[in-house]
Antibody
Framework: EVQLQQYGAELGKPGTSVKLSCKVS????????MHWVNQRPGKGLEWIGR????????IYAEKFKSKATLTADTSSNTAYMQLSQLKSDDTAIYFC????????????WGQGTLVTVSS | DIVMTQGALPNPVPSGESASITCQSS???????????LNWYLQRPGQSPQLLIY???TRASGVSDRFSGSGSGTDFTLKISRVEAEDVGVYYC?????????FGSGTKLEIK
């Protein structure tokens, strides 16, 4: 069974960074694309970007190019997203989602990490 | 960017009735391979989204056959037959044709 494990919550102060993790079990992430999506309180889903863990290639939504950095560690089957220069409007739930390389959908989602930015 | 526009439902929907959710894209999602790159997800309260339909009309594994997807290149419908309490949540359409990937704003389903 494929599972994406994310920590429940992170607290970050304004101007600092946080690094979120998404550990995949049941499937080798080398054969996937790993995506990140956010959801601000009471709002809809917003795509942040994608990483190909096999080669580290990334694609970002324009508004997140200077905010998010996606990486992956194939030895631990884990995807990461670092959010920098945190501001209050970065407060949101951040989901990781897995796409098989041969498909065009988010087949599996993590439970999400709630990032709260507060001093 | 491709803009996805979703319609609203006349909530609450009586249990056992059908509900249809519409989604419109600003660009045709029909690709040269013959597939239409439109997905549907359900986000139940307090949960992460789950895949319902991909390539416009293919049900994901384990999804009830009460859910069906249809449409053209730019206009899409998710139909839920005989709605049940477990169908409550917010439904999102998503285009997977090109980057940036975009979602509709979501359609809330409430049951009476």
């Amino acid at each position: 069974e494929v599972q994406l494990q994310q920590y429940g919550a992170e607290l970050g102060k304004p101007g600092t960074s946080v690094k979120l993790s998404c550990k995949v079990s049941g499937y080798n992430i080398r054969s996937t694309y790993m995506h990140w999506v956010n959801q601000r309180p009471g709002k809809g889903l917003e795509w942040i970007g994608r990483i190909d863990p096999a080669n580290g290639n990334t694609i970002y939504a324009e508004k997140f190019k200077s905010k998010a950095t996606l990486t992956a560690d194939t030895s631990s089957n884990t995807a990461y997203m670092q959010l920098s220069q945190l501001k209050s409007d970065d407060t949101a739930i951040y989901f990781c989602a897995m796409q098989w390389t041969i498909a065009a959908m988010f087949a599996y989602w993590g439970q999400g990490t709630l990032v709260t930015v507060s001093s | 960017d491709i803009v996805m526009t979703q319609g609203a439902l006349p909530n609450p929907v009586p249990s056992g009735e059908s509900a249809s959710i519409t989604c419109q894209s600003s660009k045709s999602l029909l690709y040269s391979d013959g597939k239409t790159y439109l997905n549907w997800y359900l986000q139940r309260p307090g949960q992460s989204p789950q895949l319902l339909i991909y390539w416009m009309s293919t049900r994901a594994s384990g999804v009830s056959d009460r859910f069906s997807g249809s449409g053209s290149g730019t206009d899409f419908t998710l139909k839920i037959s005989r709605v049940e309490a477990e169908d409550v949540g917010v439904y999102y359409c998503q285009q997977f044709l090109e980057f940036p990937l975009t979602f509709g704003s979501g359609t809330k389903l409430e049951i009476k």
